[in-house]
């Protein structure tokens, strides 16, 4: 027997009241086109269910969602969204998210936003950011992060973050990268850093570093230090390095 809604119009779906919403089944909330999900008002919306989120909505309907829409959604139901789902959401939609709805996001899920979605993100949601939720960002999405976003990750997330997605950042965003974010960093993920990032530090950057981040730069890294920034060095940064790093110097930085 067909669903009643699906013959709903627009308008009669806009006046359903949250009381109904409960009442309609997966099926037949699947079977609404995208004119009829987007009718919907913002409060039936945060009044939808996790199974009803998770089973009644596919890739089209969810990339339907008005900003209203979107910006009601609580953390239990993105959470209840598929992976498909959410990539699926429009970067504006993204950009409305809450920053608790945002931490309902699983790593799966975070793995799978696309790179617009990434540079949709507003510095208050990457800040938002859990540990888990940045260590699962893709490489392209590390790149494809605004450095105004990339200085808003908790240092706890910057210090998670693994050599390859290191090695994903740009010149740009090494450049633009905070003293603090920049301290955070693990020493595999400093050793992971290329001869183009290492020249793309400033001074007042690599003069921040600790010795343990100088000790772990590999005798190529070491080598690409303009010498304007080498000289910035500290005693103990310098007397922290290795015999293998001073051969690497030129005669130009010596």
Known sequence: MPSPFVAFSTQQIANLATSQIATIATADLIALNTDQIRAFSSDAIAALSTAQVSFGLN?????ALT?????????RQLGALS??????LATADVAVLQTSA??????????GLTTNQIVALTSTQAGALGTAQIVALSTNAVGALE???LNQLKTAGIAALDTAQVASLTTGQVTALATASLAALNSAAVAALSTNQMVALTSAQIGSMGT???VALGSKA?????????????????????????????????
């Open 59 to 63: 890739s089209q309907q969810a990339g």
């Open 67 to 75: 900003t209203l829409q979107a910006s009601v959604l609580s953390s």
């Open 83 to 88: 992976t498909l789902n959410v990539a699926s």
């Open 102 to 111: 945002l931490l309902g996001l699983s790593s799966t899920q975070v793995k």
């Open 147 to 149: 450095t105004v976003d």
């Open 212 to 214: 343990a981040q100088i």
């Open 222 to 254: 070491i080598g690409a230090i303009e010498t304007a920034d080498l000289a910035g060095l500290s005693t103990a940064q310098m007397a922290a390095l290795r015999s293998t790093q001073v051969a690497g110097l030129s005669a130009d930085q010596v």
